[in-house]
């Protein structure tokens, strides 16, 4: 027997003290930037493909990254990059405008499959040797801030012509990273790329993302000290972790919101009083203690992150509030007899917290209002297939915003978009929309959306429950880390400090 | 009795063959059933991505047409096709990187189970009614009964929590194997040690080795010329079972230890519409649990001298 | 030897007794109901002698409701996921048994085959196919654990065809089935007269040996998520989120720890009386 577990030992290696372990997450699907969408995936693509611009750890502006400097006119419509002369493949090869053009053609193309490839949409670009100018036929407000998200990063010629297999994606790379090995559902090893344009700055040798799903297996790892970051932690541990491992622990809002849809095509849940009543009967403190750490409440779809599109909200805002008694007027103004009626059902994709979550929002409908709910999960496919199908009365959704502004959240429920996913069909909304995409003037255009907004909350298509908020378990010798809204970590900030244990 | 040696293995070959077959048409069939698209995700992709996409993989085609497309794949060329979820990865490729660490991780729970199931039976029955006996047959009740992710528990709040000697999960070195592999392990020995306890007391009094006895052999000698070639047979016979077993366990102890084997896969891909990994794995596994049962049957046949008899 | 296996046999039994009578008793028991929650009576151990007697979950629900309503689930899908096993198991063995020969041997070859096949997978996968369907099902009345009972019926009708052929073999050549047909009585006859109702014994000791590994086998689809649906519970379902909950920094080891000894002690319990069952039946047959 001992012969046999050596030969598994023998492919992994040692743990020494260059190396970053990270309880990462699901296992990514594939090491393409442009066809990954989830956060795990991002955070090792981050490491490994560096866009026109990177992101400001601090506060999430663009800065420089492959582009040395840009510049946006016609109320952002064009954008003019100027590409970093030192900037290498980790072959070293020199990073051209004409890779990037490629790249992007690539995303664009349907035959491969990029869920951002709308990003793109529409627009065009033209290349001279160091110069990159993209025209799209509406604004682009937060383009330079998208450049940074590795979908629109550039991909080394091998990548795009499919020379390499899809196991040894990221061994040519343009960030401080570069893939070293790979082993499914155990590990992504990075180790630093020497052609770097700034590898310098870059002071850990490797790092290792290691596939964990559980968030509890995630903290049992930290606490046995074989990994030194972790993005998750069971929301339950949080009380115990302040208490013991303060230096440890921390927690900041996430630019992410779980919200319920409610089908509006459904024959019984058409009814704006019942989904009235259903939405106020929900006591969001109540959730959010039930729930434990992780979240804050929710009184709007957009998280409550951007200063100048809330200052336009606090105005003329619109709140969802918890009132047992306005919810009961509302029920008796709808036809639905809660005493005769089938009871309604709540579809959820199968997790512990998701489960909890269902079971508190079937308690409260019961006790506030006498409405009966019946809960059914399943797995995130299946629960994916029936929501896009409507084949659901109400169901548990997320969302996560991919730049920081209000259109990322508030694009998903126009009528044509496939990720609306509730039957609502406002034309009076698409319109909204529309006119803050053209708008010229920028507080105009957050006037619209807010509009927009508002019309959503009102008619109640979505209940939002609450805001996410990161639960991370950073070792104490790991320094540089900073703590921001989209979970963006600066890779070469990164260092150990020599002593310190926790 | 006419006919040539080899033709009753040949027979159970071709019946394997046949078998995986049948699996990887039931399989593909069932796995076709569900419903929706394998590249479902919470950020839809729009209508001609998905097309593409759905192109690339075959699967916009009616599904007899890919059921032929991946037999033919699979006979002519040993090809199970790509993987949905890790897109760009072939089956095989995927594989081959965890059907080792399962293959590891079952074998040393087999190792496990023989190294302590066997001895102990023995010893059992050669005490029978005294302490070991009793003791043996509480122990291995207790085992029997405790399904392995229980027994998982208890082992990590033991020897992870408590005394901090073994890590709780993953797979980066040797000693990551030891938990899971006991866990798997274990249970297989208690029915082990039971089965050698019985067989080894039923052998015992059978008249070739009353009469072995009779001629004054006794300790050892007797144990291991007249008893041991006896008992163990239904041992061998208990492998293919076994094989199962340990299968079905390796499912639940991959997720609860975090271990990249086949089992973590297969059950993801169950879940979650990979029909190609899921398919690629169901057929490792028959083709692994088929391979045990004939082996033991080989076994047999060498060891019995009934079998032998007869051929 | 023989007063040790019945001391135990009768404990086993008394176990069995008062699990089956606190499962069938769940409803008017005067406990807690096992759904509430109470966020500020969350993660308290057990107070053994008062409420919570066996603690509460990180939701404040209490655990012995849970466990006792776990039973109910447990026990339900073990019982009847037996029974499937049976109803499928006991005709095939009986029927291939009774006609032997060619039938006989396709059907025990057709077994054969079965049994070198890993079940699992397919159960694995029919369970996630049907429950894209689950809106179709209800609509004909089929739940979860209707689902369930079908599922380990599938992967343990073979043992029991097995022994009920073995058994029939035995009967068709005794001398009253012989004389049966020589009189002229129909072999459907000769079935259902003489070998069905002396196949009783055999397949209780089988229901007996059967039961714990389909209670188990429940225990296992709960924790890959395929089992019971919130707001059901079984043991098995309580110990896998007592398990992915476990952690060495809240204690809450109880949660993990209860319905594990519960489906643990329950288990013994079948496991003593299966063996003594199937002792006391061969021994009968050897006399």
Known sequence: MASLLLVVGAGSCTQDAAVLRIANGADPAILDPQLATGLADARILSALFEGLTRLDALTLQPIPGLAESWESSRQSRRWVFHLRKEAKWSNGRTITADDILQSWRRLQNPSTGAPYASWLNDAAFTASESTLQIDFPHSAWNFAEQCAWPALAPIPSELREGQVSALAFGAIASGPYRLAFRRLRDRVRLERNPHYWNTTSTQIASIDFFTVESDTTALNLFLAGEVDYSPRVPPLAVSALKAKHPNSFATTPQFATCFLRFQTQDSTLKDPFLRQALSLAIDPIALIQVLGAGCRPASRFVPPDLHDYDASCGLKTKRQTFDPEAALVALKQSNYRPEEAQPLAFLFPSSPRNRILAEFLQDQWRRNLGVEVKLANQEWKTFLTAQRGLEYQISRSSWVGDYLAPETFLDIFQSQNGNNRTGWQSQAFDQLLQLARDATDSQMRLDLLTQAEDLLLQEHIILPLYHDESLELISPRLKGMHQNLRGWIDWSALHFSEASHD | ?311 | MQRRTSISAKISLATLFIVALLALLGPYLPIQDPAAFHPEQSLQAPAWLQQPVLGTDAYGRDLLARTIWGARVSLLVGLLGTLVALLVGVPYGAISGFLGGRTDRIMMRLADTMESVPMVAFVLFLLSILQEYRSEMAALGIGRLHLLFFAVGLLFWLPTARVARSEALRLRDTAFSQAATAVGSSPIRTLKKHILPHLAAPVIVMLGLTLPRVILMEAFLSFLGLGVEAPNVSWGSLASEGLASMNPLIAGHWLFLVPAAALATTLLALHTLGDHLRDRFEKSRRL
């Open chain 2, 1 to 311: 009795m006419t006919r040539p040696k080899s033709s009753p293995f040949l027979r159970r070959l071709g019946a394997f063959l046949l078998t995986l077959l049948v699996v990887h048409a039931a399989s593909f069939f069932l796995l076709h059933a569900a419903r929706g698209g394998p590249f479902d995700a919470e950020r839809q992709l729009s209508p001609e991505v998905e097309q593409a996409l759905l192109a690339q993989y075959h699967l916009d085609e009616p599904v007899h047409q890919q059921y032929l497309r991946a037999l033919q794949d699979l006979v002519f060329h040993f090809d199970l096709g790509p993987s949905l979820r890790y897109r760009g990865t072939d089956v095989s490729t995927l594989l081959a990187q965890s059907a080792p660490v399962s293959l590891a991780l079952g074998a040393s729970a087999l190792v496990i189970a023989l190294v302590f199931g066997i001895p102990l039976g023995l010893w059992a029955a050669l005490r029978r009614n005294q302490w070991p006996d009793r003791g043996l047959g509480i122990l291995t009740s207790i085992f029997l009964a405790l399904p392995n992710f229980v027994l998982a528990g208890l082992a990590i709040s033991l020897f992870s929590f408590s005394l901090g000697l073994l890590p709780p999960a993953g797979a980066s070195s040797a000693l990551h194997y030891i938990l899971p592999a006991f866990c798997l392990g274990l249970p297989c020995a208690a029915q082990l040690a039971r089965l050698t306890r019985t067989t080894t007391l039923e052998t015992l009094h059978c008249p070739a080795v009353q009469a072995a006895r009779a001629r004054g052999v006794h300790g050892l000698p007797l144990l291991s010329r007249h008893v041991l070639q006896r008992a163990l047979i239904p041992v061998l016979a208990f492998l293919g079972p076994a094989a199962a077993g340990i299968l079905t366990g390796s499912l639940v102890l991959e997720q609860v230890f975090a271990l990249p084997g086949m089992g973590a896969h297969f059950v993801q891909a169950a879940l979650n519409r990979d029909y190609t990994l899921a398919l690629g794995a169901t057929l490792l596994y028959t083709a692994v649990l088929g391979l045990t049962t004939l082996l033991a049957d080989w076994g047999i046949s060498r060891f019995d001298p009934r079998a032998e008899a007869l051929s």
